[in-house]
C-alpha cells in the first residue's frame, strides 16, 4: 500500500506531445484569424491620428500668436498652393512651428520612406503627412486663415469618418487632388 501511494505522478510523453500539438494548432489558428500585420498596420494609423493632433495643436498655437497659420503657398511665385510634404524638419510647415517654438519636434508618419517629392495627387499610396494652407493674399503670401492636414491611412477601417472629402476646407479655395479626397484611406483635420 505504501508502495502505491509512493509512486510520483506526471505526465507521460504522449501527453505531452499532444497539449504541445494543440497549443501549436490553436497559435496557428488564432494566427490566420487575427492577422498581425493588419494590427501593426492599424496601430501605426492610431500614430497617426495622434501626429495629425499633435500638429494640429501646435498649429493652433501658432494661429494665436501670430493670427494666421503658416501658409503652404510658394513664395517665388505666389499663388501657386500646392501641399507641403510634412518631414519634420526642413519643410514650410515644420519650419515654421520649430522657428516659432510652438513645438519642438514635428512628428512624421512612421512609416514614411523619406522621400520628400512625392506628390500626394500624384503619388496616392505614399505614406506621409501632407499640408495645404491658401496664403491670405499677395501683400501677405505667408500667412493662412486655414489649413487642411491629411495623412494616408493603411487600413480604411482607421478613418473614422474624417475622410478628405468631408472637410469644410476641402473645396475652399480651390479642389485639392479629387481622387487623392475620395479615397478611404485618406485621413484628414482641419483648420477650427
Same mark, same amino acid.
Given at each position: @500500500?505504501?508502495?502505491?501511494?509512493? @509512486?510520483?505522478?506526471?505526465?507521460?510523453?504522449?501527453?505531452?506531445?499532444?497539449?504541445?500539438?494543440?497549443?501549436?494548432?490553436?497559435?496557428?489558428?488564432? !494566427?490566420?484569424?487575427?492577422?498581425?500585420?493588419?494590427?501593426?498596420?492599424?496601430?501605426?494609423?492610431?500614430?497617426?491620428?495622434?501626429?495629425?493632433?499633435?500638429?494640429?495643436?501646435?498649429?493652433?498655437?501658432?494661429?494665436?500668436?501670430?493670427?494666421?497659420?503658416?501658409?503652404?503657398?510658394?513664395?517665388?511665385?505666389?499663388?501657386?498652393?500646392?501641399?507641403?510634404?510634412?518631414?519634420?524638419?526642413?519643410?514650410?510647415?515644420?519650419?515654421?512651428?520649430?522657428?516659432?517654438?510652438?513645438?519642438?519636434?514635428?512628428?512624421?508618419?512612421?512609416? +514614411?520612406?523619406?522621400?520628400?517629392? +512625392?506628390?500626394?495627387?500624384?503619388?496616392?499610396?505614399? !505614406?506621409?503627412?501632407?499640408?495645404?494652407?491658401?496664403?491670405?493674399?499677395?501683400?501677405?503670401?505667408?500667412?493662412?486663415?486655414?489649413?487642411?492636414?491629411?495623412?494616408? @491611412?493603411?487600413?480604411?477601417?482607421?478613418?473614422?469618418?474624417?475622410?478628405?472629402?468631408?472637410?469644410?476646407?476641402?473645396?475652399?479655395?480651390?479642389?485639392?487632388?479629387?481622387?487623392?479626397?475620395?479615397?478611404?484611406?485618406?485621413?484628414?483635420?482641419?483648420?477650427?
Amino acid at each position: @500500500m505504501s508502495n502505491v501511494n509512493n @509512486m510520483k505522478k506526471g505526465f507521460t510523453l504522449i501527453e505531452l506531445l499532444v497539449s504541445i500539438l494543440i497549443i501549436v494548432v490553436l497559435t496557428g489558428s488564432i !494566427l490566420v484569424i487575427v492577422n498581425p500585420s493588419q494590427i501593426r498596420g492599424r496601430a501605426r494609423d492610431s500614430q497617426r491620428v495622434a501626429d495629425l493632433k499633435i500638429i494640429q495643436t501646435a498649429l493652433e498655437q501658432y494661429y494665436l500668436r501670430n493670427r494666421a497659420y503658416p501658409s503652404s503657398v510658394d513664395t517665388l511665385v505666389w499663388g501657386s498652393t500646392a501641399f507641403v510634404h510634412v518631414n519634420g524638419t526642413t519643410d514650410r510647415l515644420s519650419d515654421a512651428l520649430l522657428d516659432s517654438l510652438v513645438t519642438d519636434v514635428v512628428p512624421t508618419d512612421p512609416s +514614411a520612406d523619406g522621400s520628400t517629392d +512625392a506628390d500626394p495627387c500624384e503619388e496616392l499610396t505614399h !505614406l506621409r503627412y501632407n499640408y495645404i494652407a491658401p496664403a491670405r493674399n499677395a501683400t501677405e503670401p505667408l500667412k493662412a486663415d486655414a489649413y487642411i492636414l491629411t495623412a494616408i @491611412m493603411e487600413s480604411d477601417a482607421s478613418n473614422d469618418d474624417h475622410e478628405c472629402n468631408l472637410l469644410d476646407n476641402w473645396d475652399n479655395g480651390g479642389t485639392y487632388c479629387t481622387t487623392f479626397a475620395t479615397r478611404p484611406f485618406c485621413y484628414g483635420v482641419e483648420s477650427r
